[in-house]
Every structure is written in structure tokens, then in C-alpha cells.
């Protein structure tokens, strides 16, 4: 192809202009190996649950599961070993161990590779009272991608509770948290079907958390405090009823800094289980190699729990969307609507409290 002389003179004008930038990079965290450790005792029979994988790089998932450790609860009633129900996910069992307020916990945890892994030791704080939970729908206004403000449809999550003695010298330290557990029944769809009902969790902590400290406020008392508040609703987990469980945990002050540091810099659009754009280190060390860290933390907390739901009629009403396995519009199920069990993490056993 023929280059005209005036084409020459722009490309040579271009690359000028470009061998006077500076080069730049991205500042991101180094990829050395790191090892995630996710656990919790609470003031309950549990289960009691702890997982341990390799950090991945950042924006990918804790998915790498670091299979055959031994784990191992040191408290003032003996040791307690956990038992791994999957790989990388070891469990205390309903009614093992109940933790109790006052006393103090640790985890010892020896990976196959003769690796050895220490919490520091934790009292658990005392319980605090939440009197009431409560829900309701807005509407929130949102910006688009391009900077636009809108309207969208949201749950608004909030809390009374009760905190004895605020003005107390050690405030009391408190992680609030979010789990979603909806009903979704089947339509009768013919032929010899059985329509069934299914039951759907979502993990508390994945995404929304709130903290708190009693030394800012001015009473004992917590009203209408906020602790959650989701748009972009799914119409389909509300077909059947939909519970917010919030936990109230407890925590010791140690555990609040470290949450206080994933809230600064983890990344908005992930969850906390998502790699950190910077290291976080909590409660546990490497005693083995302290050139290959340990982020993550084994938190010992009291936690208080209440529920509240919302029934079909109210989101459907609300938001005026129309129900997806609606009879006039059977033509258009998705399959989900005469196979429930298709849902993520769906189950037929229905939980005790629904």
C-alpha cells in the first residue's frame, strides 16, 4: 500500500507526542501467596464454622479451598476438633459447644504441609438486646452509569436495641448483618407433577454490614437504626414469603478495627470474601513461616437475632411488578415455576422458623 507524504507526516507527529509521555502502570498488590482463614465462634450451639483457601488474585473469589487441615479449638472446657464436611470447610456441630460470654477462645490449625496457624486468644463480649427488626419497601434514588438520576425499588432494613450503660470506659463494639431465606412455591403444571414448595438462603455478611459503637451514642437506646438498605430486587424471591434475619453480633474491639479496615478498602462491587485491593491482616499468624501471611479472622462474638418478612402481596403491590408464574402469562413460565429446585441453593427442607 502507498503512503502519502502528508499520512507520513501525521505518524511521525503521533509517535513524537507519544515517546513524550510517561510511562505508567497500575498500582496493584503483589500476588505472593497468602493463606485466607474465615471462622466464628458464637455465644450458641451452633455450628460453628471455619474455612480455609488461598487468597487469589484480586477480584477473583476465595474459591481455592486448602483441603486436610486439622483444626482445633482451645477453650476453658478442653479442645475441640472440627470436622471437615468439605474440603477447605471445617465444622463444629450443633451442639458440641456452646460459647459462653467471659471466657476465652483461640484456633490452632495445622495445615498438610506441617504449616501451623494460631489465632490470638479472644474473650467473648456479652450479649446486647435487640428489642425489634424492621422492613419496608422504598424507592431510592440512584445514579446510572452515565450520571443520571433515577428511582429503583429497595428493602430497608432497621433495628431497636437496647446497650446497658453507654457511657461504661470499654464501649460495646457491634457488626450487624443480613441474611435473606425466601419461600418459593410451585404451580401445578400438569400431568402427574406434585407441586412442591423450595426454600432458598443467601449467607449473611456476603455483602452488607454495619458497625457501631455505643460511645457515640447519647442513651442506651437505639431506635430505627438502619442497618441494610438493597435495590435492584429479584421479583422471583418474592413469590412465596421473604425473611430478613438480622444478627447483632458482639465483638471485641480487636475484631471491630479489622472490620473497620475491610470496610475502607474493600472493593464496593464484590463482597467481603473477595481479595482486598490491600492486605488486611486480623487476628491469626503464620508460626510457622511468617513470610507467607494470614489474612482473615477468627472473630469470638455474642450475637442477638431477629426476624422480619414480607409477604408476596406487599412486594407485588409495592412495586407493581407482575408475578412471573402469574396464570395468565403461563405461556412465558420460566422453568423454575413448575421445577423449583432448578433456583440456586434451593432446598425442600423447609427451616424450623419459617
Known sequence: MKVSKSHTTI???????????????????????????????????????LTISNALAFGDKFIDPIPGARVVLNSPEGTFEYEEESPGTHVLKKGVLTGKPGEQYSVRIELPDGVVIQSTPEVMPQPLEMTRARSKFVRLQVLTRTGLPRRENAVEISIDANFPDPSREIP????????????????????????????????????????????????????????LQKGDLNPSHYRGKHYFTVYQLSITPAAFQYWERIREVI??????????????????????NDQIPVLGYFEVASVDIERTAFLPSEFFEFTGITEECSFFSRNRWPPTCCQCLGLPNATTIRPPWF
Open 11 to 49: 505518524l511521525l507527529v503521533l509517535l513524537t507526542a507519544i515517546s513524550c509521555l510517561d510511562p505508567f502502570s497500575f498500582e496493584r498488590e503483589d500476588m505472593d501467596p497468602a493463606i485466607v482463614i474465615d471462622g466464628f465462634l458464637r455465644n450458641n450451639d451452633g455450628p460453628h464454622i
Open 267 to 288: 472493593n464496593q462491587d464484590g463482597t467481603v470474601f473477595d481479595r482486598p485491593p490491600a492486605r488486611v491482616l486480623g487476628n491469626l499468624y503464620n508460626e510457622s
Open 172 to 227: 460495646y463494639y457491634i457488626r450487624y448483618g443480613i441474611e435473606e431465606d425466601f419461600s418459593y412455591p410451585e404451580q401445578a403444571c400438569g400431568g402427574l407433577h406434585q407441586p412442591k414448595t423450595c426454600y432458598v438462603n443467601t449467607a449473611a455478611f456476603t455483602n452488607d454490614f454495619t458497625l457501631l459503637t455505643s460511645d457515640v451514642l447519647s442513651r442506651g437506646q437505639v431506635d430505627s437504626l438502619v442497618v
